[in-house]
């Protein structure tokens, strides 16, 4: 004989997220993990992963659901649903890092020498992208430097200046683009 548990109302899990979102209840949050953590395994479970790996990419899921519980919107999604999707994408994730390929074996050995008009035309390039660069609005030569030579992501930027991260966005792509028509005058 099967049975069920009654299932609980929606509104109980938007409010526990919410006072997880809010106040940082841990009591709420282990009542979510509790409910979700069981279900989440299962669910990538029959989705093809091995249950270490499910258990894994679980566990990381509602870790996500507690880091970043500021970003849960009720108007936008039920709590299942984006703790499912949060789930999903850790899924992707993982199945990701097992598949990178190995490092190909490296020659060792000297170097040929670069032709001389080969570091040429690169001393031109890197002359003209630093010209370029100092072309830019000083807002969009800030947040290229901090995506390409600092190695930040779009919301890592966003956090350090406190810029939307629309903003941040469309000052890159905006930036991008001077960058490519002036490269190409050259």
């Given at each position: 004989?099967?049975t ?21 209840d ?17 669910f990538?479970?029959?989705?093809g992963?091995?249950a270490d790996?499910?258990?894994e990419?679980?566990q990381?899921?509602?870790a996500?659901?507690w880091?970043k519980?500021?970003?849960f919107?009720?108007a936008?999604a039920?709590v299942?649903?984006w703790v499912?999707?949060?789930?999903r994408?850790?899924?992707i ?5 097992q598949?990178?390929?190995?490092p ?7 170097e040929a ?6 570091v040429l ?8 992208l ?6 830019l609005?000083?807002k ?6 901090k ?13 350090q200046?406190?810029?939307?991260l629309?903003t941040i ?18």
């Open positions: 004989m099967v069920f548990e009654p299932r609980e109302p929606k509104a109980d899990w938007v409010d526990q997220m919410i006072r997880v979102r809010e106040q940082r841990q009591a709420a949050f282990a009542d979510l993990f509790q409910h979700f953590a069981p279900r989440v395994k299962g990538l479970m029959r989705s992963l091995a790996l499910a258990e990419c679980a990381e899921a509602l996500t659901v880091h519980a500021h970003l919107d009720p936008r039920s299942a649903t499912f999707t949060i789930a994408n850790k899924k994730d993982a199945l990701r890092r598949k990178r390929p190995e190909e074996d490296l020659f060792w050995g000297p020498a670069p032709e001389p008009a080969d035309a690169l001393q031109q390039d890197s002359d003209t630093v010209t370029a660069l100092t072309a609005p000083a969009q030569r800030e947040l290229i430097e995506a390409y030579f600092g190695d930040l992501s779009h919301g890592e930027i966003a956090a200046t406190g810029l939307p629309g966005k469309s000052r890159i792509r905006l930036a991008l683009e001077r960058l490519r028509h002036s490269m190409k005058q050259k």
